[in-house]
């Protein structure tokens, strides 16, 4: 069974920074492509940023150099660091995991494995 438990979401304003974590299993992070996507209320989920099994990342256009996506193997944990954040990055952001391709990241919306999600809002 694939577990992957976000946390780190939360109100801050515009400027500020998050720290999205994602805590899953060994096997996982090791061998899976992962990624974050997110909701805003009335959108479509879009990725944000995704990460291959060997540590090559894509970012979304938008958030490029202000968003950060990595993977710490000794604690199973990913990481999406957010600085600079604007309103409209409010939305609910999930930690996803796919291993349809190996740990080749195919797309950056389509997962096999969804956390529950965490919201995060910026607003002054």
């Known amino acids: 069974e694939v577990q992957l438990v976000e946390s780190g979401g939360g109100l801050v304003q515009p400027g500020g920074s998050l720290r999205l974590s994602c805590a899953t299993s060994g096997h996982i992070i090791r061998d899976y492509c992962m990624g974050w996507i997110r909701q805003a209320p009335g959108k479509t989920r879009e990725g944000v940023a995704v990460i291959n099994s060997f540590g090559g990342a894509t970012i979304k256009d938008s958030v490029k150099g202000r968003f950060t996506i990595s993977k710490d193997s000794a604690k199973n944990t990913l990481y999406l660091q957010m600085d600079n954040l604007k309103p409209e990055d409010t939305g609910k952001y999930y930690c996803?995991?796919?291993?349809?391709?190996?740990?080749?990241?195919?797309?950056?919306?389509?997962?096999?494995?969804w956390g529950q999600g965490t919201q995060v809002t910026v607003s002054s």
């Open positions: 996803a995991a796919d291993s349809t391709y190996g740990g080749t990241c195919a797309t950056m919306t389509d997962f096999n494995y």
